[in-house]
C-alpha cells in the first residue's frame, strides 16, 4: 500500500522540555491508526505536528512526497485544506453559518470543483452520515453526534489523504461515540488514511492498529492479527489492547 504520511525522529520541545522525543511513525493509505497514552503523554502534541499545524524542534514529515518543512506557510496551508481533514473533540464549526454551509465551505476555498459539484458531494456525505435532514439547521439544533457527524462530512468534502481526529469522540456517550468512530473507520476502508488519538479501549479496538506512547515516545505498537489473520472479534481486540496497556508502566 502507498505510504501517506512518514514522520522521522520527530521531536519537540519546549524550552528544556522535551514533548515528543524521536518519534517514528508511517501511516497508509485505508489504514486507520490509533494512539492511546496517558494523559499528557504527548498524543494531541504528536497529531498537531505531524499534520503541520505546529512546528516541529527536529526530524522530518513527508505527507505525500512533500516534506513539511520545506513549504512556505501558504503552500503548507493549502497542503492542509486540499490533503488533510481534521475532527476535534471540541466541534470546531460556525455558528453563524447552517451545517450545511460548515461542510461546503472547505470546497469552496480548495476551488478544485464547481459549487454545484461541492454541494452535492456535501448531500452525499450528510446522507451517508444520517444528518441529511439537518442540513438548513444551525448548530442549536442538533445533538453532539450529530455535530460530530457533520464535522467528519467537513473534513471529507475535499477527498483528503488522510483526516487527523483528536479525541473525536471525548465528548459523546457510548451510542454516539459507536456511531463516529464507525464513520471514521468507514472513511479508511474506502481509501482515507485515518490517524487518531484517544484514550478509549473500545475506540482504539476498531483501528488497524494502535500506538502506544509514554512520555513523548512511542513504546509499543500492536496490529490486530492471529496467526497471520485478522482478528474481527471486538473483545478479543479490546482485550488484547488492556493486556498491552497494563504491561506498559503508566
Known sequence: MKTILRAEEVTKR???????????????????????????????????????????????????????????????????????????QHIHLLKNLSLMDNIVLPGYLAKNESRTTINKRAMELMEKMGVSHLANHDMTEASGGQLQRVAICRALINNPAIVFADEPTGALHSKSTNEVIDLLVNASQLGTAVLLVTHDVKVAAKADRVLFMLDGDIVGETRFTKDGDQVENRKEREATLTKWLMKIDF
Open 14 to 88: 519546549s524550552g528544556n522540555t522535551t514533548i515528543l522525543n524521536r518519534v517514528n511513525i508511517e501511516i497508509k493509505e485505508a489504514e486507520c491508526v490509533a494512539v492511546m497514552g496517558p494523559s499528557g503523554c504527548g498524543k494531541s502534541t504528536l497529531l498537531y505536528n505531524i499534520s503541520g499545524m505546529d512546528v516541529i524542534t527536529e526530524g522530518s514529515v513527508t505527507l505525500l512526497e512533500q516534506e513539511l518543512s520545506t513549504l512556505s506557510e501558504k503552500k503548507l496551508s493549502q497542503l492542509r485544506l486540499h490533503k488533510m481533514g481534521f475532527v476535534f
